[in-house]
């Protein structure tokens, strides 16, 4: 576990036992299990601790938030205005519920597509995360119109990328995203791999974003 403020884990492991709970009702994480929820939800959050201190300032969002992971725990540790983003409205109403519990005054919810928040707030971002949310042409598509110049991605990705990674360096002039990082690790257990690629925001797309909702998954650029 990388080291962090004992108070941010017992507020992380807070946020761990709502989510457990709540399961119950509605389906927003496929760990029921405590001691692993530690390992692939709060640590697997926290690796991109250090990368998110050191993009711009401003707000954050994080996209396809889900049970509310990295954004929760990123949000606990950095202070920054946050903003938790997912199209499915049951599971935002329970990370609502998740915020207020912890009292997090810096986050707020956007229950909605990326697309729409988009046209809602362009360019109102310095960074995004995003986890297991879509494949990365789509996604550095997805995340342009969001991010103001020099704003961040940060992608957290398994190891076996590579065809999906060459397939987003085609497109980085059209939407204006262009990597700037690229690291491997390994999780605490020793055997569960990450990948955490940033990429910046830097001028204007070539084409017109965002396209219409559902577009960039089913027609990704090339």
Not at 146 to 158: A, D, H, Q, R, T
Request: proline share 5%.
């Amino acid at each position: 576990m990388i080291p962090v403020d004992p108070q941010v884990l017992n507020a992380c492991q807070k946020h761990v036992d709502l989510l457990i709970e709540a399961n119950k009702r509605v389906n927003l994480t496929r760990i029921e299990d405590s001691e692993e929820a530690r390992l692939l939800h709060i640590e697997d959050s926290l690796v991109g601790l250090e990368l998110i201190n050191q993009a711009p300032e401003g707000c954050y969002a994080d996209l396809g938030t889900g049970g509310g992971f990295p954004g929760i725990p990123l949000a606990i540790a950095t202070g920054r205005e946050t903003l938790l983003v997912d199209s499915v409205a049951k599971k935002v109403r329970e990370l609502q519920g998740f915020v207020e519990e912890l009292g997090l005054s810096n986050v707020q919810t956007y229950a909605g597509r990326i697309e729409e928040l988009a046209e809602a707030k362009p360019a109102a971002f310095s960074v995004l995360t995003a986890r297991a949310l879509t494949a990365l042409p789509s996604l550095i598509e997805l995340a342009s119109p969001l991010l103001c110049e020099g704003g961040w991605l940060i992608c957290y990705k398994s190891d076996d990328i590579d065809e999906e990674l060459d397939a987003a360096l085609n497109i980085q002039e059209k939407v204006a995203m262009f990597l700037i990082s690229d690291e491997r690790l390994v999780l605490s257990d020793g055997v569960t791999p990450r990948r955490l690629l940033v990429f910046r925001k830097h001028g204007e797309p070539t084409v017109k974003l965002p396209r219409r909702v559902g577009m960039a998954q089913k027609r990704p650029y090339k």
